[in-house]
């Protein structure tokens, strides 16, 4: 494949466009690809500062979900970011796009099935294309590596070169003039440390660095900047040491940048200005608790699925933490703009439920639920409601998922093998899955919806709780401590709750309890045309069985609808509930939730 870039003259540059590419396997089962493209089409990221807007090769309005089903077999994926630098002097960089991927269908000799969304909610616009891992003919897609890493960047330069001209010497010495003082890998950088032998640069004349003035100029200036971080110093006038941690450290300052720069636009948007001393960069690590509401959320790696979150803190703080993979998909859907949530360390050490299992199979490395349960009716362990069962099915069911991990076997229904070694194996498997912090979404409504709503609200635990979140009034904190009082009058004005004669206001103890119970039934019953079914409400001790239809969000929070042949009812919902849509499932309500009791026939069992 012969390339323009390579026929060009000596005296011509092409555009320079940055290729981001990844192959992505995808999991059978797995929502990842739906959270991903869900996500490149979030608010504020179009020209108008609108929701992003799918498009294709011949349509700009691509239905998402019918891509992904297409795809739904699929092994894998291709995942695409293409960054013109002259992006914003292009006419149309949706066209752009399209020259682009039907250049590739004319290299790969297939047509390709792909989808592209533009952002311009950074200072380079860019597009996201995601192309199905199948070509024309129904085939996994082949794409060669070399093609990837460069024939597609390639491509589109000559593209870009062809609508805007090559690249002229002012044009360069301006873009590299802006190089030197840059937080961030340059191509500055990049050219000194392959030019530079073991760590080493020399530039004076004798060593036969004689270049044009400009060229040393770029190279002096940028080594004094990077003197000043530390990262380059100079043994003898024109003899530069480069640190070995000049590019890592450097790549580091450019994600620290783009993160200080994320959160400065989030709040803008919301006219807001806070000092850089309020910031608070966490990583993928959390060390303490923080609630707060999000203001932005991105991809940290826009290829992949690491969610960064920026969290206008109570503590008057603004944070930046970055999810794993494995959380991403249930965090992306479920912390919307303006949500309130916490983060928090992820738990360290062994579940209790794993020590349990560890101490029945102390040993003999067997673990029996019918001991378990013999172990429990003697009186030797504390087990609420004395409901016997449901404890031990919840450990059995641990033991169900740590067997998928393959930590533990199952010989029959009373007959589990544990290794030794099984409360660190289990402890690793956790971290693995969670990461090193956790998300927890507290309100799926913003603040000032909160005020007046009829449901229990966040704002209404924090007021009832005897452990309340410390509030600093400065922020996010100084709004909530007003809100607070606004809802208090509202709970007066609603009749949940009373001003004493002392000026006092006075709640009953289980007014969150009473506010879940009334919304529900409110909700419920006004369900029942569209159900075609009476609703009926269930009560802690109560069994719920029937099919798992839906969700549907309230105030006080996230509810599963379960149906049967007589009536319907509403129960709490949680992230493991999904993998049941459209199934039968049975439980009993529990002070805590619902302890779900699934047969083996039927699927596995999960824990609320």
């Known amino acids: 494949m012969k390339l323009l870039a390579e026929r060009r003259g000596p005296g011509e540059r092409t555009r320079r466009v940055v290729?981001?590419?990844?192959?992505?396997?995808?999991?059978?089962?797995?929502?990842?690809?739906?959270?991903?493209?869900?996500?490149?089409?979030?608010?504020?990221?179009?020209?108008?500062?609108?929701?992003?807007?799918?498009?294709?090769?011949?349509?700009?309005?691509?239905?998402g979900r019918e891509f992904v089903e297409r795809g739904r077999e699929d092994r894998h994926q291709f995942r695409f970011i293409v960054a013109p630098e002259d992006g914003d002097r292009l006419s149309d960089l949706r066209a752009f796009t399209r020259d682009v991927m039907t250049q590739m269908e004319?290299?790969?000799?297939?047509?390709?099935?792909?989808?592209?969304?533009?952002?311009?909610?950074?200072?380079?616009?860019?597009?996201?294309?995601?192309?199905r891992g199948k070509d024309e003919t129904d085939k996994d897609l082949i794409v060669a590596q070399d093609y990837i890493t460069d024939g597609v960047r390639l491509r589109a330069q000559e593209l870009?070169?062809?609508?805007?001209?090559?690249?002229?010497?002012?044009?360069?010495?301006?873009?590299?003039?802006?190089?030197?003082?840059?937080?961030?890998?340059?191509?500055?950088?990049?050219?000194?440390?392959?030019?530079?032998?073991?760590?080493?640069?020399?530039?004076r004349p004798e060593a036969g660095q004689v270049r044009a003035d400009f060229d040393r100029t770029l190279r002096i200036g940028r080594l004094r900047t990077l003197a000043r971080y530390g990262?380059?110093?100079?043994?003898?006038?024109?003899?530069?040491r480069l640190s070995e941690n000049l590019e890592p450290t450097l790549r580091d300052l450019g994600e620290r940048g783009d993160i200080i720069k994320a959160i400065n636009r989030a709040l803008k948007e919301r006219g807001e200005e806070r000092a850089l001393e309020s910031y608070s960069l966490h990583g993928e690590e959390a060390t303490t608790h923080v609630v707060g509401r999000v203001i932005d959320k991105r991809l940290?790696?826009?290829?992949?699925?690491?969610?960064?979150?920026?969290?206008?803190?109570?503590?008057g703080r603004v944070h930046h933490v970055a999810l794993s993979a494995q959380a991403m998909a249930s965090a992306a859907e479920e912390a919307s703009i303006g949500s309130?949530?916490?983060?928090?360390?992820?738990?360290?050490?062994?579940?209790?439920?794993?020590r349990n299992i560890a101490h029945v199979a102390r040993g003999t490395g067997d673990y029996r639920p019918s001991a378990h349960r013999a172990i429990a009716e003697a009186g030797n362990v504390r087990v609420p409601g004395s409901d016997y069962g449901a404890y031990v099915e919840s450990h059995v069911r641990r033991l169900e998922a740590l067997?998928?991990?393959?930590?533990?076997?199952r010989i029959d229904a009373d007959h589990w093998r544990v290794p030794a070694d099984f409360e660190t194996r289990a402890v690793d498997y956790d971290a693995q899955r969670r990461g090193r912090m956790t998300l927890r979404l507290l309100s799926n409504l913003d603040l000032e919806a909160q005020i007046d709503a009829n449901g229990a609200t966040w704002l209404d635990r924090e007021l009832t709780s005897p452990n309340r979140t410390p509030i600093v009034r400065a922020g996010f904190g100084a709004e909530v401590s007003?809100?607070?009082?606004?809802?208090?009058?509202?709970?007066?004005?609603?009749?949940?709750?009373?001003?004493?004669?002392?000026?006092?206001?006075?709640?009953?103890?289980?007014?969150?309890?009473?506010?879940?119970?009334?919304?529900i039934e409110r909700v419920g019953k006004s369900m029942t045309a569209e159900k075609h079914a009476p609703f009926k409400m269930k009560g802690e001790g109560e069994r719920v069985s029937g099919v798992f239809t839906g969700t549907t969000n309230l105030v006080s929070g996230k509810y599963a609808v379960i149906e049967n042949a007589y009536e319907f009812t509403l129960v709490p919902w949680r992230p493991a509930m999904d993998e049941r849509l459209g199934r039968q499932i049975s439980g009993v309500i529990r002070d805590a939730g619902v302890s779900w009791d699934f047969t083996r026939a039927r699927g596995l069992g999960i824990g609320m």
């Open 231 to 240: 990262l380059a110093t100079e043994s003898e006038p024109g003899v530069w």
């Open 19 to 63: 290729v981001k590419a990844r192959i992505v396997r995808l999991k059978r089962g797995s929502k990842s690809a739906d959270a991903h493209l869900r996500y490149l089409q979030r608010d504020g990221t179009d020209r108008e500062g609108e929701r992003g807007r799918l498009y294709g090769s011949g349509t700009d309005a691509v239905d």
């Open 300 to 315: 940290t790696d826009e290829l992949g699925e690491r969610l960064g979150f920026v969290i206008d803190g109570i503590d």
């Open 403 to 409: 067997r998928r991990a393959g930590i533990v076997e």
């Open 340 to 354: 309130i949530v916490e983060i928090a360390p992820a738990p360290t050490g062994p579940r209790p439920a794993d």
């Open 106 to 131: 004319t290299d790969l000799g297939t047509r390709l099935d792909w989808v592209a969304v533009d952002h311009f909610n950074t200072g380079h616009p860019h597009s996201h294309v995601v192309i």
């Open 482 to 519: 007003r809100a607070m009082e606004r809802r208090k009058e509202a709970l007066i004005d609603k009749g949940h709750a009373r001003r004493a004669p002392d000026g006092v206001i006075r709640a009953p103890g289980d007014l969150v309890t009473r506010l879940e119970r009334q919304e």
């Open 160 to 203: 870009a070169t062809l609508e805007l001209g090559p690249e002229t010497d002012l044009e360069l010495r301006t873009k590299l003039r802006s190089e030197i003082s840059a937080e961030r890998f340059t191509r500055i950088d990049r050219t000194m440390v392959s030019e530079a032998k073991e760590s080493v640069l020399d530039l």
